[in-house]
Every structure is written in structure tokens, then in C-alpha cells.
């Protein structure tokens, strides 16, 4: 039985159909559709998907934005029980090809010009493939539904809770992207874990997180679907900042740098946003500069620093009041606490270690997903069961548990650093003295090819300013220094540092070495 639902079959759209109907529930493009006309529209989609062959459990690959018409194909199909698969689009090809490859298609529905260029995957080429637009070389509009034979009732589908759900993948940021299957009941428990952090209902979103749509929709709440960054890393932050005002967003749900974007707008313009109640930053650190910038420009926001990650999202949750207040006192990133199911240990080896130790973070509870698509190597090396019957994952991420059992990261295990005299560091505590600088917002810290210590800043001012720092924190080892116009990021988020690509720039000698004086 089902430890969640306390039932051995149940669908996440459940949820949908218990909604007040005439509640706004999305809004793009000056459109606004309510709960009834979601659940009316997502039926439709429903048939059109039926009638091209696509039953329950086929994973079809969705290359939309996240417009309005996404996510009434993605609450058609999980209804019906077929399985969106999401991908980053814009992630390297290789690793694109990977995802595919691990995904084994059924279909992909494309829109507008997200999939213009299909023809560049081989993965794609044995797939049944659909447009809801201009028609493409070898594709076929997705068919049209009948309302005479059809009906228009939206299906909701019960499921076996083992059957998969939605497909995403990992970032891929230390390897290869890694297939996160999420059940049904997986979405619910996510959904109810992030309600201990987030509790209020109905509120006017905008996110930066297409999956924390379903989220909103959980309490009953709108969606503004707006532009975010486009190939060339750009946002609208213009037309954005008007309809947050104009439309009286009360929840922002964004990356760091989304919200970065939105506060330099807000100082040129001198601007505020006295609507927004909630503001909720994921996805990557967070400098106390972006912190202070968001107390001044959403004056009456409470604002909450989010700590997740693909396989367990919610972990941990700080208020920034005392996030800042508590900054100076630990080295690393304070995350919170977790919520009221949530387990989380600091693991060496296999050994627990105690408050003040730093160590990998392994987190437990109901929102945890168990299993990776087709890779059990992944699953036996993340996935560990104790002895309880419980399902530990293994974050890959540093830190350490202080004496309030609040949770610090210092880094990712991959990306710690091994200088030749035997030191062992992690990089977010130093770039978070690094940042703190003046005129330093952004810095990376990374292992060089011969061990060495390589600070990565994008001025050479910059530069001098750290060399004394560097000098004070790490006396007798070897501290080099790095040019970079512009840190390479993720692709996701575009606020983690890439930091496998500076390595191999580093290695392939593509940074500019500065020496300033010491």
C-alpha cells in the first residue's frame, strides 16, 4: 500500500478536479483561464492524443516553452497516463543525445521553433512526431479531437504508484544526466513536503521553475507564465517587471540569476514591487548583495532561500532574516532546516559524523525519489536503504549540520579542491569570502591542472583585490589567478558555476593568467 495515498492506485490530477472551478488557474499572452477551463481544455488535448495513437504510459518528449498550451498538454497526459518527458533544450548536444537515448521515445509533440532542428538528433529520428502549429518536414499536426463522438471529460487515469509519471533528467553538471523518474504519488509528496515551507493559498505566481507550476496549482493558485532567458541568456526583464506590478504578483519562485536581472532593472529604474508577498530563491547560492537588493526592492515580502535538488526537492528552508543574520558566524551557504518528515545526515565514508563536521549531505523522506531511469548502477551508488527500510540519497553535495541542526553547504565532493601539500577545501567558503570583497560579486574557485589553487574572477582589479585575502587563508600553497569575462553557467538555472567547464578551459589554456602583487 501506498504510504502517501494509503492506496494502491491513484493519479496526481486527482487533485484538479476538487479545485473551485471559476478560480483564475493560468495566464500568458492576456489570456486568463480558470480551473474549469483548464481541466475542459486538457480533456480536449486528452482525445487529440488518444486519436494519434499515443495511450497510457508511451513517454512523449514535449519541445514546448512553457507556454499556456504546455502545461495543458502536460496535465492532459498525466491524467491520461501517458509520461511528458522534459529535457533542457539548450543543454550541451551530447548530453541532450544522452537524455534521449535513456528516454527510449515513443513520440515528441513540438511547437513554435522549440524543435525546428530535430533532424540534428539521431535519437529523434525513429519517433512518431506531432506539431500543434506550422507544419514541419516529417511531422504531422497532432490530431484533432471530435466533440460529437469524443466528449470533452478529462480523464484521470488511476495508476499502479510504481508506474512512472513524469520524466526530467539531472543536470549533468558532475557527468552524465541521469533520468529522474517521479511517480504520481512522488508528485503529491512533493508537493506536500514544499506546503510545510509554503503554506498559503491562492496565490498569483511567477515562477522560474516550470515544475513548481503544478505546485501553485496544488494550493489553488494562478500561474503567470512569462518570458524567461532565451538562447543567448537575455530576459525580458522590461516587459517582465511591468506585468509583476500591473498584474500584482504576490509569489516569485526564481533563481538567483532571474532575480538578479529583476533587482539591476529595479535600481536603474527606481522601482519597487509592493504586491509581491513571498519571494523564493532556488537553484544555486545566494550573495548577500542579491539578498540586501531583494529586502529593498520587495519591501513587503517575506523572502526564503529553498535547498533541493532533482531527486528530493524540498530538503531545507532559511528565511533571509536570518539567513543575513546568522551569515559571518559558519563558513559555506546556511540552507535551514528541513521540514517536519525530512531526515538529513552528514555522511563520511558511511559514517554519520557529528554537528560541526563536514561531510556528504544524504537526505530521507516521503518526497525522496528511489530510482533513476534504467541505471542501477546510479541507483546502488545514491540510493542507499538502511536498515529501517528507508531510502537515503546521496546529495553529492558538501556541508555540515551546525549546533541548531541547521544545514551549511560548502560545495559539491566533485568539485573539492587537493593541493600538493595535501589540503583538502571546499569552494563555496572561500568564494563567499571572495565575494564579499568590494567589487566582487562573482568568483569561482577550482582545481587547476596541476593541483594548484585557481581563482577565476572577470577584472583584474578584482584580481588584486584577492590576492591578500588568498595570501591570509592559504599561506605556502600555490594560489593562481584567472581571467574569465563572463563565468560559464548552468544551463538550467544560469547561476551555478559550470565549473567542469573552467577546468577544462583551464586545461586546455583558454583563461588569461594574471599576476597581481601580493
Not at 496535465?75 to 497516463?81: E, N, S, V, W
Not at 509519471?165 to 539531472?170: G, R, S, W, Y
Not at 531527486?311 to 521540514?339: F, T
Request: glycine residues 6%; proline residues 7%; positive net charge.
Amino acid at each position: 500500500m501506498d504510504s502517501i495515498t494509503g492506496m494502491y492506485a491513484m493519479n496526481f490530477c486527482e487533485y484538479l478536479l476538487k479545485l473551485p472551478p471559476s478560480l483564475p488557474a493560468l495566464c500568458a499572452g492576456g489570456e486568463t483561464i480558470t480551473y474549469a477551463q483548464l481541466v475542459s481544455r486538457a480533456a480536449v488535448y486528452q482525445r487529440r492524443l488518444e486519436r494519434s495513437g499515443l495511450q497510457a504510459g508511451a513517454r512523449v518528449l514535449l519541445l514546448l516553452a512553457p507556454n499556456m498550451e504546455f502545461y495543458l498538454l502536460l496535465y492532459a497526459m498525466l491524467g491520461a497516463g501517458l509520461v511528458p518527458v522534459l529535457v533542457q533544450k539548450d543543454m550541451p548536444r551530447q548530453q541532450l543525445r544522452s537524455c534521449l537515448k535513456q528516454a527510449r521515445l515513443s513520440a515528441m509533440i513540438v511547437a513554435q521553433s522549440a524543435g525546428k532542428y530535430w533532424y540534428l538528433l539521431p535519437e529523434l529520428w525513429r519517433v512518431r512526431r506531432f506539431t500543434l502549429d506550422t507544419l514541419r518536414l516529417f511531422t504531422a499536426p497532432l490530431a484533432q479531437a471530435v466533440p460529437e463522438i469524443d466528449g470533452a471529460t478529462f480523464c484521470v487515469k488511476a495508476l499502479d504508484d510504481e508506474a512512472t509519471a513524469l520524466l526530467t533528467f539531472t543536470s549533468g553538471s558532475t557527468g552524465t544526466p541521469k533520468g529522474v523518474v517521479r511517480s504520481h504519488p512522488s508528485l503529491l509528496a512533493q508537493c506536500q513536503a514544499m506546503s510545510h515551507f509554503f503554506a498559503h493559498r491562492q496565490q498569483r505566481d511567477v515562477t522560474s521553475f516550470p515544475i513548481l507550476t503544478l505546485f501553485s496549482h496544488f494550493h489553488a493558485g494562478c500561474c503567470y507564465l512569462l518570458p524567461t532567458f532565451d538562447a543567448q541568456g537575455r530576459l525580458p526583464v522590461q516587459m517582465i517587471a511591468g506585468a509583476i506590478n500591473a498584474q500584482a504578483i504576490t509569489r516569485l519562485s526564481v533563481s538567483p540569476a532571474w532575480l538578479k536581472e529583476l533587482v539591476d532593472y529595479a535600481d536603474v529604474q527606481q522601482c519597487r514591487f509592493p504586491a509581491v508577498r513571498e519571494v523564493i530563491i532556488g537553484g544555486a547560492p545566494v550573495t548577500r548583495l542579491l539578498l540586501l537588493a531583494v529586502q529593498r526592492y520587495f519591501p513587503r515580502a517575506t523572502c526564503a532561500v529553498n535547498y533541493g535538488a532533482s531527486e528530493a526537492d524540498p530538503i531545507s528552508n532559511v528565511d533571509i532574516d536570518e539567513l543575513l543574520e546568522a551569515w559571518d558566524r559558519q563558513p559555506g551557504y546556511l540552507v535551514g532546516r528541513p521540514g517536519p518528515e525530512t531526515e538529513i545526515l552528514i555522511v563520511r565514508g558511511r559514517d554519520p559524523q557529528p554537528a560541526g563536521e563536514e561531510g556528504e549531505i544524504w537526505v530521507s523522506g516521503p518526497q525522496v525519489l528511489t530510482r533513476y531511469l534504467n541505471n542501477p548502477q546510479a541507483e546502488q551508488l545514491t540510493k542507499i536503504r538502511d536498515l529501517a527500510g528507508r531510502v537515503w540519497h546521496r546529495t553529492g553535495d558538501s556541508g555540515f549540520l551546525d549546533v541548531q541542526q541547521r544545514l551549511w553547504l560548502t560545495g559539491r565532493i566533485a568539485d573539492r579542491l587537493r593541493t600538493p601539500s595535501g589540503l583538502t577545501l571546499s569552494p563555496y567558503p572561500v568564494e563567499k569570502q571572495l565575494n564579499g570583497l568590494p567589487g566582487i560579486e562573482t568568483s569561482a574557485v577550482v582545481e587547476g591542472p596541476q593541483r594548484e589553487i585557481c581563482v577565476v574572477l572577470q577584472q583584474a582589479a578584482q584580481c588584486h583585490a584577492a590576492a591578500p585575502l588568498m595570501a591570509t587563508l592559504f599561506p605556502g600553497e600555490p594560489v593562481r589567478f584567472w581571467l574569465c569575462a563572463k563565468l560559464p553557467v548552468d544551463a538550467r538555472h544560469r547561476s551555478r558555476i559550470d565549473r567542469a567547464r573552467l577546468r577544462c578551459l583551464l586545461a586546455r589554456r583558454k583563461l588569461k593568467a594574471f599576476f597581481p602583487e601580493v
